[in-house]
């Protein structure tokens, strides 16, 4: 980035759509990562503030070394609720942070995001809309990233009931700028199944999410990016459990990988609080499922994310940013705090891919 400003052959050369994917597709390492950490402060008068943290890692040590300052990003999300904030991502450098309301794309690199036009398909009277699941990537044969939003609509009855009327799903096409309905036919196993919140990954052209037909059957919902088209996969039935889990799905040794803590509330005693990290060899086989490690005496809220390749990285249920060492079983506390639940962790590489805006009408990219 620091060559943007020799001279204008240079910024040309930088910018172009050769250039970006020639970087884009350089071989990295894990000591390539970065990390992006999202939390939320408490305020007075029940608001939260937002503080995105831009980290790299020690080469030989596992400390995490700010690479700037700390961001208030309170202005991204909402200041009165945390619950439904998701970071999604990365997505060719790009990664999203959206709540029920809100979708920003951002690239951490560059320090530019975009804030997207919001759902035009509104409720209206008694009725109102209930975002289940979000999801972020990139269509291959259309070259074009899209924004999945998954809801149910519901309806007040006169005793202040919710009563569930429908559910839909919204893409967002960023190469025509413009919010779409998917056709219920094509949405029907997306709208049957209701998603684990926060477990959501991008892989092989797909969005996954943890999700449940019923109390104690889970499953890997998935929705092909390109072709439009929803399937599930076979979890191991270990993780078939009547209390709903706290999963996340991340990438390890190039694999889809299930981060699976059953137990979410602190009444379980520290023998049987255990996490289970479950490892897809072969993708869309269910034989080739292998629980890599079992972890207990954690006592964790929510898994977050595995850095280096060894390094599971966890809330703990005193608010603390901490990591479990899967090699030598050691665990170290960051000086990272915030309000129970409200960590969300993503790795990325750096990346100098723009962000899309095809249309001089909508809302335009900016420097954070």
């Known amino acids: 980035m620091r060559f943007n400003c020799i001279s204008k052959t240079f910024y040309a050369l930088i910018q ?23 939390r939320c402060l408490g305020q007075e008068n029940n608001r939260y503030k937002t503080i995105l943290s831009f980290l790299s890692g020690d080469e030989d040590n596992d400390y995490l070394n700010p690479i700037s300052h700390d961001l208030d990003a309170t202005y991204l999300s909402s200041p ?37 036009p919001p759902n035009p398909f509104c409720c209206q009277g008694d009725f109102y809309r209930s975002i289940q699941a979000v999801g972020f990537g990139f269509d291959s044969i259309a070259n074009n990233y899209k924004v999945v939003k998954i809801s149910i609509i519901y309806m007040v009855d006169n005793d202040d009931y919710p009563q569930e009327m429908e559910r839909k799903v919204d893409i967002y096409d960023l190469s025509v700028d413009c919010w779409r309905e998917l056709d219920h036919t ?10 684990v919140s926060c477990s959501q990954m991008f892989y092989r052209g797909v969005c996954h999410w943890v999700a449940s037909l019923d109390i104690d059957a889970y499953v890997i919902l998935c929705f092909e990016m390109s072709t439009e088209i929803s399937y599930s996969l076979e979890i191991p039935e270990t993780c078939h459990l009547i209390n709903e889990p706290s999963c996340r799905l991340v990438i390890l040794h190039d694999s889809l990988t299930l981060i699976y803590h059953p137990y979410r509330e602190p009444v379980i005693s520290v023998e049987k609080d255990l996490i289970n990290i479950w490892i897809m060899k072969d993708y ?12 207990s005496g954690l006592l964790i809220v929510f898994p977050l ?3 280096k390749g060894y390094l599971l990285l966890f809330q703990s249920r005193s608010g603390c940013l901490m990591s479990y060492n899967l090699i030598s079983n050691v665990v170290k506390q960051f000086s990272f705090h915030c309000c129970p639940k409200s960590f969300r962790v993503l790795l990325y590489k750096d990346s100098l891919t723009s962000i899309p805006t095809e249309s001089e009408n909508t809302t335009q990219v900016d420097k954070f």
């Open 80 to 116: 009165y609720n945390f619950d439904n904030d998701q970071l999604i991502g990365p997505c060719h450098g790009l990664i999203a942070l959206m709540d029920s309301v809100t979708t920003f794309l951002m690239n951490p690199s560059t320090r530019n995001y975009r804030n997207l």
């Open 284 to 295: 869309n086989k269910y034989e080739s499922w292998i629980k890599k490690y079992t972890i």
């Open 305 to 307: 994310a595995v850095w």
């Open 186 to 195: 094509v949405a029907q196993l997306l709208t049957t199944f209701c998603c």
């Open 16 to 38: 172009s759509s050769t250039f970006v994917n020639l970087y884009l597709y350089l071989t990295t390492t894990s000591k390539d990562e970065f990390i992006l950490i999202k």
